[in-house]
């Protein structure tokens, strides 16, 4: 028997997944992938109510409470908010995760998005997957796991609203149709019931989950479908060049859109 696909989504904070990406988790999940989700940081920095060790618990909870309901594994590497820097030590620890968790495919942050913690996820993320094969390269972690065989299929999910750092919309590489499983996506979103004080005072949002919905129906529309997400392949010299995030849907994207 052929052994699953192994998915990873490894984004900054909690919640980062369920807003950007979830809907094409739970996809793949129907396609037969095994699913990892996994953060940076537990979130100790998103809290005016809670100290940040209460709030990390309380984040780490909620994570763990989406990824169940995708039937996922639910993983945080224990950096903390806004302490998240492309150094040498953080690309070992993130290789070294990578090496455990041993992903044929991993959606990330993109490069430029409008928080550091989110385009040093990037960086960090893009890096460790040409380093995770490499048999010299050593992490200095406690019991490290082998090298993983091939470098990922690496993907960045959309940017917080599909902007930029200074919020102009990005171009998608192409968009997934996430309309028939919306609804989990939302579902999975509002296991992060601890940040609806925390958004409405720090970002603004009044009501996170009626944005989730509003920014991923900006994006079916430009594609004319209700909920999409959207994506860019990492092309990179040596990185995998053909979409198996396309081939794992079941789709080919012509008309950049995968039909969900």
């Known amino acids: 028997m052929t052994a699953p696909i192994?998915?990873?989504?490894?984004?900054s904070h909690p919640d980062d997944i369920e807003f950007q990406c979830a809907g094409t988790l739970a996809l793949l999940r129907d396609a037969g992938c095994h699913?990892?989700?996994?953060t940076m940081t537990p979130g100790d920095?998103?809290?005016?109510?809670?100290?940040?060790?209460a709030i990390a618990a309380i984040r780490r909870a909620?994570?763990?409470?989406?990824a169940d309901l995708l039937g996922a594994d639910c993983l945080c590497l224990e950096f903390r908010d806004l302490a998240i820097?492309?150094?040498?030590?953080?690309?070992?620890r993130?290789?070294?995760a990578l090496r455990r968790i041993r992903p044929d495919v991993i959606l990330t942050a993109p490069p430029a998005d409008y928080l550091c913690d989110h385009e040093m996820t990037s960086l960090l993320v893009r890096d460790a997957c040409f380093t995770a094969p490499i048999p010299n390269y050593v992490t200095r972690q406690w019991e490290p796991a082998p090298p993983l065989e091939k470098i990922p299929h690496l993907y960045y999910v959309d940017a917080i609203e599909g902007g930029d750092r200074d919020g102009r919309l990005q171009a998608a590489g192409f968009h997934v149709d996430v309309t028939r499983v919306f609804a989990l996506k939302r579902e999975m979103l509002a296991c992060h019931a601890s940040q609806r004080n925390w958004l409405l005072r720090q970002?603004?949002?009044?009501?996170y989950l009626d944005s989730q919905a509003k920014w991923g129906a900006r994006r079916g529309s430009e594609v004319g479908v209700e909920q999409a997400e959207a994506f860019r392949q990492?092309?990179?010299?040596?990185?995998?060049?053909?979409?198996?995030?396309l081939k794992l849907l079941g789709q080919d994207g012509r008309g950049g859109v995968v039909k969900a």
């Open 45 to 53: 920095c998103g809290s005016a109510e809670h100290d940040a060790e």
């Open 35 to 38: 699913l990892t989700l996994a």
């Open 94 to 96: 993130v290789t070294e």
């Open 203 to 207: 970002h603004g949002i009044d009501e």
């Open 234 to 245: 990492y092309l990179g010299h040596a990185y995998p060049h053909d979409n198996l995030l």
């Open 6 to 11: 192994r998915v990873l989504a490894l984004h």
């Open 85 to 92: 820097f492309n150094d040498d030590e953080s690309r070992r």
């Open 62 to 66: 909620e994570s763990a409470a989406a």
